[in-house]
């Protein structure tokens, strides 16, 4: 199982490396299996240390989680009870092996976008949005699933094909802390 661990703006120690990579791999093992690959990235900000996660589970589901601590040690720990804690959902919400299966059959195509502002340099200046494109997936779910997948990933909202309706829904997260839901119905 490839894990590919960087340090953003420090470098870690073959100490600090060997370990992150014993605790992904147990962990990954304990509740998966093999995974394809696996994303740790550590930096430093101020005086704490992040650990950011990435852990791809199957087509189109990623888990990421992060750790903040004054120890980097402690910071890996603190991302990966999480990420822990995320598999362990993740694994209970899913027993049905066929509906599994779907997942991974049933994906279809699609094109992210996203979107942001370009920095004007002086006031009379246009502004300017630049979109940048990348390829995604709409996944063939239920909302409840949707909802898994917005937990698992941290994402604002998630996209899907409803597989009760056949119809594109999405799921976000409402600035209130609730999950909302829209059904889209073509006209």
């Not at 650990?51 to 750790?67: A, D, H, Q, S």
């Not at 699609?110 to 004007?120: F, Q, W």
Request: with cysteine; hydrophobic share 35%; net charge neutral.
């Amino acid at each position: 199982m490839p894990i590919k661990i960087t340090g953003k703006g420090i470098d870690l120690g073959k100490s600090l490396r060997e370990y992150t990579q014993k605790k992904v791999e147990d962990i990954t093992y304990k509740y998966i299996g093999d995974v394809l690959d696996s994303h740790v990235t550590v930096g430093r900000d101020n005086k704490l240390f992040e650990v950011e996660v990435c852990l791809p589970l199957y087509r189109g589901f990623v888990i990421k989680t992060n750790g903040f601590s004054d120890d980097p040690y402690c910071a890996v720990d603190v991302a990966l009870e999480k990420l822990e804690e995320k598999i362990r959902k993740h694994k209970r919400r899913i027993k049905d092996k066929e509906r599994r299966a779907q997942w991974e059959d049933g994906i279809l195509h699609s094109t992210k976008y996203t979107m942001r502002r370009k920095e004007v340099a002086a006031e009379d200046d246009e502004e300017h949005l630049i979109i940048a494109e990348q390829e995604g997936f709409i996944l063939s779910l239920n909302v409840s699933e949707a909802v898994m997948k917005l937990d698992l990933t941290e994402v604002p909202i998630v996209m899907f094909k409803n597989v009760d309706s056949g119809r594109i829904n999405a799921v976000y997260k409402r600035p209130d802390g609730h999950i909302g839901w829209i059904d889209y119905k073509l006209t």
